[in-house]
Nanobody, 115 residues
């Protein structure tokens, strides 16, 4: 079993920034990839950004140029830096850790972008 814990959500005004953190209970090099997903009310969960064990990244078109995923191997933590936030970024953000045979999800953290 792998524990994945998100933190850093909150309320921010449009144009503001937030940094989400995702702490894993395993060393990051043992995880195929870690990703951030989000789910807004009434919508399906969607990929926001992902990073593989060798550092390759992938972003949704809607966040390219605004969000950056990164990792700190020493802390077993992946970050999502979110800049220039928009109201449409409001959602519950989930982190996951993908292995070859299983995927583990965190409980999610709420991000609300509103004036």
């Amino acid at each position: 079993q792998v524990q994945v814990v998100e933190s850093g959500g909150g309320l921010v005004q449009p144009g503001g920034s937030l940094r989400l953190s995702c702490a894993a209970s395993r060393r990051l090099f043992s995880i195929s990839s870690m990703g951030w997903y989000r789910q807004a009310p009434g919508k399906q969960r969607e990929l926001v950004a992902a990073i593989t064990s060798d550092g390759n990244t992938n972003y949704a078109d809607s966040v390219k140029g605004r969000f950056t995923i990164s990792r700190d191997n020493a802390k077993n933590t992946v970050y999502l830096q979110m800049n220039s936030l928009k109201p449409e970024d409001t959602a519950v953000y989930y982190c996951n850790a993908k292995f070859t045979i299983a995927t583990y999800w965190g409980q999610g953290t709420q991000v609300t972008v509103s004036s």
